[in-house]
């Protein structure tokens, strides 16, 4: 499943062996172990499908947007650029290095594009799987406390003076390396992805929280509308 990026059903399993996990009966060495491959691969798939819409472009387009102060918390000329180092995504000593491998060969012609490049937003053609791997990403986000990904995406915030050619150095001064979980940064990218514009953790957060409350509540009008639709489907 990892393999095919099967983002949906990586999710649905890694619910399941939380709910387990809950359980006194199920709660061992062996569920955690389980818990841990799958909450990796759930990483590993989020960070692979958000690099399959990402836009190579690597300067400015209008694609960015940028906000004032008041609205991101940060400074209105930042944008978001990554790094990723896919190496460092196979690193998992307690995983098969054969399992692995073949993973790696799969994916390794989208994941090596990453390469310190400006997040722009994604093309219309992708832009409704950027909204869902927003929401996946901060699914992930609020459940993700066994993930053992500690490195491989590196961030940075780069004032647009300083993109002027196509390629640059993080260690320009001006540069400033973001220092967030792994969780924290996918939902970021996710956010750029989706909306085109930078801002800080924790406006990307609370935008995620309401968003999701309306998402509920159109599940919860749904069901209802459901239920009166087909009175003997509520009943049992």
């Not at 939380?18 to 199920?26: D, E, L, V």
């Not at 290095?97 to 400006?118: D, V």
């Not at 220092?179 to 514009?197: C, E, M, N, Q, T």
């Amino acid at each position: 499943m990892e393999k095919n990026g099967k983002l949906e059903t990586l999710e649905a399993i890694n619910e399941k062996i939380r709910k387990r996990s809950k359980n006194p009966k199920f709660s061992d060495s062996n569920s955690a172990e389980v818990g841990r491959h799958a909450s990796v691969a759930w990483c590993r798939s989020l960070i692979y499908n958000l690099a399959q819409i990402t836009p190579l472009s690597c300067g400015l387009s209008n694609g960015i947007q940028v906000l004032n102060l008041t609205d991101s918390g940060m400074d209105n000329s930042q944008l978001l650029c990554i790094d990723l180092q896919p190496n460092e995504l196979w690193s998992a000593a307690f995983q098969d290095p054969t399992h692995l491998e073949k993973i790696e060969t799969r994916w390794s012609s989208i994941l090596a594009k990453i390469k310190n490049i400006i997040i722009n937003k994604a093309s219309d053609e992708n832009l409704e799987t950027a909204n869902t791997l927003l929401r996946a990403c901060y699914n992930f986000y609020r459940e993700s406390s066994s993930v053992v990904l500690t490195s491989g995406l590196n961030f940075y915030l780069i004032p647009s003076q300083l993109i002027t050619h196509i390629s640059f150095n993080p260690s320009t001064a001006g540069i400033d390396t973001l220092d967030l979980s792994i969780p924290r940064k996918l939902l970021l990218w996710a956010y750029v992805l989706s909306h085109g514009r930078c801002a800080s953790i924790s406006v990307v957060v609370k935008h995620c929280e309401e968003i999701s409350k309306v998402w509920c509540e159109v599940l919860y009008l749904a069901a209802i509308s459901f239920s009166k639709t087909n009175p003997l489907v509520a009943y049992l």
